[in-house]
């Protein structure tokens, strides 16, 4: 055998694995049986199966969301501020992955869309308890938000665990304090179930982080990866919102909201205010 001939058959298909009587194989590690079945739209119409699909991935990406911001709020409790950047990096990849979905859901028309939708009755993205866990991670609290999960303590209950403790924006100025700047005891020791509330003490001291960088680094890096998660989740709900309006306009959504009239008011929801106003005020 030459020594090309050996090459070619070393690249070859034939030298790939296919015996997986013994062990995992691709389909059994990822259960796509599993995935497939879950798989199940509930009429003919031949854009339920787009609209289940780009759900079914968001859900996907929103868990991985979850996870990787909790992951970073465990580090950041501890003080430290190098590996959350990270994982909040991939949070804002995942987020833009979650943004481009709406651009696909886009070639559904409103036709289209009337075709299945009474089908489903009053199933709603506002039920996603993926998407209340990410809104109260990043500090959006509303217990009202709760209601949607009364039946179903295994949603309900780590929903609301995660309202009363502090956000990733409560732990990065928890960061602040234990550096020497001035953070309010009644920033600090809030109710973290309520929405955060801006306070000029707090605007002060980003102001001295983004004045200083050489000596809080650490802290304007997690500052302007906060700014990121932020961006990104604006975007989000701008591409939710004129998705909605393109496809059913002004109808009332599934979930009993106004639809892209109660979307458009959640655009005025700004999660970490004092970074944004830092702007205007260097």
Do not use: C
């Not at 990270?86 to 559904?108: G, H, I, P, Y």
């Not at 001291?205 to 500052?223: G, N």
């Not at 700014?227 to 004129?242: G, L, Q, S, Y």
Request: hydrophobic share 40%; no cysteine.
């Amino acid at each position: 055998m030459t020594e090309k001939t050996a090459m070619t058959d070393r690249n070859s298909a034939e030298q790939a694995y296919s015996d997986f009587t013994r062990s995992l194989s691709y389909g059994d590690y990822l259960h796509l049986n599993e995935l497939r079945a879950a798989h199940q739209p509930i009429t003919p119409a031949h854009d339920e199966h787009l609209f289940i699909a780009v759900h079914h991935v968001s859900e996907v990406w929103l868990g991985l969301i979850v996870r990787e911001t909790q992951a970073a709020m465990r580090l950041l409790e501890q003080g430290i501020t190098d590996a959350p950047l990270k994982m909040l990096t991939r949070v804002v990849r995942a987020q833009e992955q979650m943004t481009n979905a709406w651009e696909v859901l886009k070639t559904m028309t409103p036709s289209d869309y009337l075709e299945f939708r009474s089908a489903f009755g009053q199933a709603s993205g506002f039920q996603s308890q993926n998407y209340r866990m990410v809104e109260f991670l990043l500090g959006n609290r509303n217990p009202v938000m709760l209601r949607p999960h009364a039946h179903r303590p295994d949603l309900h209950d780590p929903l609301k665990a995660v309202m009363e403790a502090p956000s990733v924006y409560d732990l990065a100025l928890r960061l602040l304090a234990a550096r020497g700047l001035n953070i309010p005891d009644t920033v600090l020791n809030r109710d973290y179930a309520q929405k955060y509330e801006r306070d000029e003490a707090v605007v002060e001291a980003w102001l001295t982080v983004y004045r200083d960088t050489d000596t809080y680094w650490d802290l304007y890096e997690l500052a302007e990866k906060l700014m990121d998660v932020e961006d990104n989740f604006r975007r989000w709900r701008f591409n939710h919102m004129t998705t909605v309006e393109r496809t059913i306009g002004f109808k009332r959504g599934s979930g009993g909201t106004s639809g892209a009239g109660y979307l458009r008011q959640a655009l005025n929801i700004v999660l970490f205010p004092e970074l944004w106003e830092v702007r205007t005020r260097l």
